[in-house]
């Protein structure tokens, strides 16, 4: 900024803040050249600032013939050390415009001179509009400090009403910052506000509280608005400070009380009853002696009313009381208490104020005549028993949709309601209703979540012949959301089952949708019988694809990341194979209740790109009776609790000899219920069983013609020792396809198994590891009709991969008279 003395400054405000509207702010030198500009005041005067910067005020404050007047004004500046009242300032396109100007004369360094012009347009003002303390200061013309700081926040220039708000003189002031004339907190509070003034270029108004030496007892309020000194180029030269002491303004603290209670006490959580009852609490009695708060009764359920609710049959909607609030509530003696459904009036108030969505001020509440008291005397009775001489009613709307009404009334206070009570009003209803809608929102996807991730995970499971399984799923708090857990138990060939459970990072709709999408991969994966850890890489590359997919679409959701852990356990040998993406281990508890986490190597979260490390698969042999206990983090991890102490918990939960799974789920699962979970909570517990030998016949196969005769021979044979006689046909039938094409196809020996379980299955191993494919046949093919008898004659078939080649497998259904286990 220029240090030339007696030099004029304009201030302006940008017109969209509260303080100080439709204001400019400008710079001149002491010959009356411009040279500081804002934005503002080029919305101000149409001006911009390279129109005005270097040029003489003159071309914008008065007209031309008015050029003598301006030099006398200035002249009386100087000599009264400022000046209010009205004057003419010239537009960009020829208008003149009717200003309010306040010049207060500012003081700097070597008995230097700045003069700070607060321009305000008369013709924007609303009497009803109301303003903030600095443009009412300026009107009124009480004492407002101004101090000017540079770019790096150094006062420059300050005026002397400044010393009066904080006692500072101004020689200490020159050349240092906030900290010396405020407490700290509030100096740097006010610091990161200039900085960004200054970055902005925009006015911001700041309300702080301080205590000036003049009255140190009490604490001081102050409303400052800064405003951002821009040169010819745009470039910032430093910010000016209007504070204003508010303290004496009884309604205004009160006022800014009030909001500052509503925005820590409304809305505190996602109940919309509570928010009813908060905002009840909140205005009783600092703004009304009694309250009531009542939503439309759908409201409360989660759902949202109609924009059309209570507008087309005439019959207002029926409402639910959610916040009942007085400083006596004996006095109201109401019909209703809260949560009860509450019926309005068709002519009442209460239920103009549904259909139109409008406010309604009574000064003087009128109890004796009106429709409303005509239909419902009994009720105007207890109103005017009560001594409620001043109303307000104020719907709650959120996107164009009423969701309830708020009542306040006066009986003590003798003072009724004005008008700046109902924008107040008015202004905390608008609050609460953010919050309602908010929570209604998040009930909405919630519930969808929730419905949705119902759905995904399995209703019931079944391990077969391979476990018994009990599983529990506990969604995670309302505060939290749904997350994308997930669990299942998967069927495969030669009575095995793989055990899976998943946890999506993240919550709500898309993380339950991305988990349907992971489980149904899985299950997809799971078809082809891969080993673990080939199906996690597998897995990891649809995540990754996925993410993709999102990259380049605004429709699909990303997936940040998920773990997983697979497992496959085959009660023929009664080996378990499992390998894990980021997720916990297993515990695994054996027959006598001793604990043990299996040294099973982490691998990376899914998707997260981090796929130079292969996923790992481990094979343990479990004993009959072992428990494998698959769950979530939610289920070990708490807030202020290391994970091992979870573990330790569960673990201790498991060792219960004897004790059915779903005991052992339920004794798990204690602790949750106990408290809110904040993720969602999954437990999957699988007690191993093993197939007896005489389930089992397997027979090593040479590769020669005669073969396929002698396969048909053993496997009738053992059915038939098994009693059952009806599948002899049939299944001798799928031996003779499948040892045959396993004979043709293969260089080497074949096998061929016979598992007896829950089904019958038939399975025939070889060393070539091409994997069978049946085709579409033609009239005069020879070949190729095998598999396509083997799948008519089955319930289901397939093939899987070996470590040295491949199995077909085929299944059969038990007769209904023999004896399944």
Known sequence: MTHTDHTLTLLADPGGTPEVPDAAIAMLDAEGIVVGWTHAAQQLVGYAAGEVVGRSAAHVLPPPEDARRASAFSEQCRAQGGWSGAAAIRHRDGRTLRMTLRVSLLRGRDAGTRWLVSVTDIGSLSPAGGGGPVRESLLARAPIGIVVYDAQLRCVWVNDAMERHDGVPRHRRFGRGLKGSLPAVEAEALKVVMRQVLESGTTTVHEYRAWPPADRPREHAFSASFFCLQGADGTPLGVCSMTVDVTGNRRARERLAILSEAGTHIGSTLDVMQTGQELADLVVPLLADHALVDLVESVPFGVEPSARTGTTSGRPPLLRRAGLASIDLGVLEL???????????????????????????????????????????????????????????????????????????????????????????????????????????????????????????????????????????????????????????????????????????????????????????????????????????????????????????????????????????????????????????????????????????????????????????????????????????????????DIDVGLRRLGAALTQPGASLEELCSRAMENVSAQTPADDVTLLLARTRALRPAQVASWDLPNEPGTVRAARQLAARQLRQWGLEPLVAPVQSIVSELVTNAIRHGNGPSRLRLIQHRVLTCEVSDSNTGQPRPRHLRPLDEHGRGLCLVARLSRRWGSRSAADGKVVWAERDLPSTADAL
């Not at 006066?410 to 609050?431: G, M, W």
């Not at 857990?485 to 999506?504: H, M, N, P, T, Y």
């Not at 349907?516 to 850890?533: F, K, M, N, S």
């Open 335 to 641: 019909p209703w208490v809260r949560e009860e459904v509450v019926h309005a009036d068709p002519d009442s108030l209460f239920s103009a104020a549904m259909r139109t969505g409008r406010s309604y001020l009574e000064p003087v509440l009128d109890t004796r005549s009106g429709p409303w008291v005509d239909h419902d005397p009994v009720r105007a009775q207890k109103v005017r028993d009560s001594g409620v001489h001043s109303l307000m009613v104020v719907p709650i709307r959120a996107r164009r949709c009423v969701l309830g009404l708020a009542l306040f009334g006066r009986s003590v206070e003798q003072t009724p309601f004005q008008e700046d009570d109902l924008l107040l009003a008015e202004e905390l209803v608008t609050r609460a209703a953010l919050c309602l809608d908010n929570a209604l929102q998040y009930a909405r996807e919630r519930t969808a979540a929730l419905t949705l991730q119902r759905a995904l995970l399995p209703r019931r499971v079944h391990g077969g012949a391979a476990v018994e399984v009990a599983s529990r799923y506990v969604p995670a708090d309302m505060d939290h959301g749904v997350g994308g857990d997930w669990f299942d138990v998967i069927e495969l060939s030669g009575a095995r089952v793989a055990l899976v459970v998943g946890d999506v990072m993240g919550h709500g709709i898309n993380a339950a949708a991305t988990m349907g999408r992971l489980r149904t991969a899985v299950r997809t994966l799971a078809d082809l019988d891969l080993p673990p850890d080939e199906l996690l890489a597998h897995l990891d590359d649809t995540v990754r694809r996925l993410n993709d997919e999102a990259d380049v679409s605004d429709t699909v959701p990303a997936v940040v990341g998920a773990t997983c852990l697979y497992a496959v356990y085959d009660p023929v040998t009664r080996r378990c194979t499992m390998a894990r993406a980021g997720h916990p281990p297993p515990l695994i508890v054996g027959a006598q209740g001793r604990v043990t986490i299996p040294d099973l190597p982490a691998g990376a979260p899914l998707g997260l790109g981090l796929g130079l490390v292969p996923f790992e698969s481990v094979e343990l042999e479990l004993p009959e009776g072992s428990v494998l206990a698959f769950y979530s983090d939610g289920l070990v991890e708490s807030r202020g609790e």
